[in-house]
């Protein structure tokens, strides 16, 4: 069983950065696929981003390319998004999510996905 456990989020203006750091525990770390979503208020749960194993790879919803990067360092259990330019419509609760093996396909799917966190508020002021 993964235990998953975000931080980071906060209130800021827009065109500010935030880094969020989602923090694993319970499994090993290196054998799952990670990845971020998050939900607005009175919205569905969305994609975010998502990186492999290994980092080989990294995917991203069309919102948030070229201004979101989502890494990860093995060696401490831990994932990363790094979110730069915010804009008011990024509010939301962002959750991690872990799945075995790997990065599902559609890694956009969040019924694949197999642990999730408890979420950490982003709010973007305009």
């Known amino acids: 069983q993964v235990q998953l456990v975000e931080s980071g989020g906060g209130l800021v203006q827009a065109g500010d950065s935030l880094r969020l750091s989602c923090a694993a525990s319970g499994g090993t770390f290196s054998r799952y696929g990670m990845g971020w979503f998050r939900q607005a208020p009175g919205k569905e749960r969305e994609s975010v981003a998502a990186?492999?194993?290994?980092?080989?790879?990294?995917f991203y919803t069309d919102s948030v390319k070229g201004r979101f990067t989502i890494s990860r360092y093995n060696a401490k259990n831990t994932v990363y998004l790094q979110m730069n330019s915010l804009r008011p419509e990024d509010t939301a609760v962002y959750y991690c999510a872990a799945t075995f093996p790997g990065v599902p396909n559609p890694w956009y799917a969040d019924a694949q996905w197999d642990y999730w966190g408890q979420g950490t508020q982003v709010t973007v002021s305009s």
């Open positions: 990186i492999t194993r290994n980092s080989g790879n990294t």
